[in-house]
């Protein structure tokens, strides 16, 4: 209930907002919608693992989370992100393939169209990638964007502070947050690439920094993996709706750090089938 959510009692808190996003070529396609559908389920599957709390989510795929700590906020961000790269299920050659097969002279509606990108659709899931896939696309489109190689990424917004006001919600009774900290986090959350994390802190200075967080196993035999994470200082930006530049970090995992993990994180193929 609202009264166990992170911040509830006054606490420093950890506010996330998701925003997923699908290609232009890719929309309107029944990959795409699973793959937005197994986002939301991934979303709330790893939730709990990270103590994290479902404040609400404001149209498909668009969640509004909290955290007790930016630690948790992180990890959560990262493992998703990781399972959205690795995942069969959300590998876009499955669409480029059918297309290639189905009409040779159609390769132009895959070509990279760099910012060509809308909101997906949403809710079920899993990870992990065939070695046939991952030959597939380092072959025929060395040079396609991240975004293109996805049937969909999110934008990850986290701020990190302290909340004018937490109430139940007058619908759901989930604890709803208020204040300016709402807005930074969406803002911050929007001027993200998708299939990237960004973060505002203000405990954090200027220069790039690191922090090293646990990805936790969802299987009985993995515990799970330590890894260092950086975050990379883009400078104070200007965030519609925010009186004064905000400085924002760039979240992410180490390039080795990165391929261990995705080979330690096991496959959460069967959430799909539900």
Not at 114 to 127: A, L, N, Q, V
Not at 147 to 155: A, G
Not at 214 to 236: A, P, S, Y
Not at 245 to 258: G, I, N, S
């Amino acid at each position: 209930g609202a009264q166990n959510a992170p911040g509830a009692h006054g606490d420093h808190v950890a506010l996330v907002f998701t925003y997923p996003r699908v290609a232009h070529t890719f929309q309107k396609n029944d990959f795409s919608n699973r793959a937005v559908d197994n986002f939301s389920e991934a979303v709330r599957f790893l939730l709990p693992r990270y103590n994290g709390y479902e404040s609400q989510e404001v149209g498909t795929g668009c969640f509004f989370l909290s955290f007790p700590n930016v630690d948790d906020a992180v990890a959560w961000s990262i493992h998703l992100q990781t399972v959205l790269k690795t995942a069969t299920w959300n590998s876009s050659s499955v669409i480029i393939q059918k297309s290639r097969g189905d009409d040779e002279d159609d390769d132009n509606d895959v070509a990279d169209n760099g910012s060509d990108e809308h909101i997906g659709r949403s809710s079920s899931f899993s990870s992990g990638v065939s070695d046939d896939m991952d030959s597939f696309e380092s072959r025929i489109y060395p040079t396609m964007s991240m975004q293109m190689l996805h049937l969909v990424l999110p934008q990850i917004g986290i701020c990190y502070g302290m909340p004018t006001k937490v109430t139940p919600h007058v619908q759901t009774g989930r604890a709803d947050y208020f204040g300016p900290m709402v807005n930074l986090t969406a803002r911050v959350a929007k001027r993200t690439p998708p299939g990237e994390i960004n973060l505002n802190c203000e405990e954090f200075k200027g220069g790039s920094m690191s922090l090293r967080c646990f990805l936790k196993g969802t299987q009985v035999d993995n515990e799970g993996k330590w890894v260092d994470i950086e975050l990379d200082d883009l400078g104070k930006k200007e965030l519609k709706g925010v009186r004064e530049k905000r400085r924002v970090f760039a979240v992410r995992m180490k390039e080795d750090e990165r391929m261990s993990a995705e080979e330690s994180l096991e496959s959460l193929e069967s959430i799909s089938s539900l």
